[in-house]
């Protein structure tokens, strides 16, 4: 069985400020990761993965994610948040080979204020 | 332009009525998802296909059926079994096991 928790459902930034959204993650084998980006009433899209090479990761739009094994932990940074990067993040785990996709955390809610 | 198309942006439906969510996918992908998104809940499976003419159920199948009579297409349907219905649904698709999915833009369904 696998499992996502996502800690804070609301994080609040200032414009500028480093981003840091918490993702930890159980997976009964070695997991691939996944961090999705939503902006209202649309789909999901995909920010940056996990699949067993780097540990740290790059993503789109200056966000990145490290692979601690030992915490089992995917926490999402940005150094400089932008107003345009308010939206609600998704983390997501799956197990390498499944067919049956992708388990989501509850999601975190940003807002970048001014 | 490749990608996933879902319709309509927003559906209502009465109550006691089956109503049929279309998506449609070109990226040739085997393997195509419907999630069922509430505030706070995060995404849960609701149906998923391998392959044409076969799928399993999620987590939360109840009240929902689908078909995949073709590679393209994976139609969810919300039967009037489902008795909280209102929320908004994403489709996927990916080409290989475990990897990322790519997403729809969904459907907002609401009942009346």
């Known amino acids: 069985a696998q499992s996502v928790t996502q800690l804070g459902s609301h994080v609040s930034v200032s414009e500028g400020a480093l981003v840091l959204l918490r993702c930890n993650y159980s997976s009964s084998v070695p997991p691939y990761l996944f961090w999705y980006v939503q902006y209202p009433n649309q789909g999901l899209q995909l920010l940056l993965k996990y699949t067993s090479a780097a540990t740290l990761v790059k993503g789109i739009n200056g966000f990145e994610a490290e692979f601690k094994k030992s915490e089992t932990s995917f926490h999402l940074t940005k150094p400089s948040a932008h107003m345009s990067d308010a939206a609600e993040y998704f983390c997501?785990?799956?197990?390498?080979?499944?067919?049956?996709?992708?388990?989501f955390g509850s999601g975190t809610q940003l807002t970048v204020l001014p | 332009d490749g990608g996933i198309t879902q319709s309509p942006k927003y559906l209502f439906r009465k109550e006691g009525q089956n109503v049929t969510l279309s998506c449609e996918q070109n990226?040739?992908?085997?393997?195509m998802y419907w999630y069922r998104q509430d505030p706070g809940q995060g995404l849960r499976l609701i149906y998923y296909s391998q392959i044409v003419n076969d799928f399993q159920k999620g987590d939360i199948a109840e009240g929902y059926s689908v078909s995949r009579e073709k590679k393209e297409s994976f139609p969810l349907t919300v039967t009037s079994a489902q008795k909280n219905p209102t929320a908004f649904y994403l489709c996927a698709s990916n080409p290989n096991r475990g990897t990322e999915a790519f997403f729809g833009q969904g459907t907002r369904l609401t009942v009346v």
């Open positions: 997501a785990v799956s197990q390498r080979g499944s067919a049956r996709q992708l388990t």
């Open positions: 990226l040739n992908h085997d393997a």
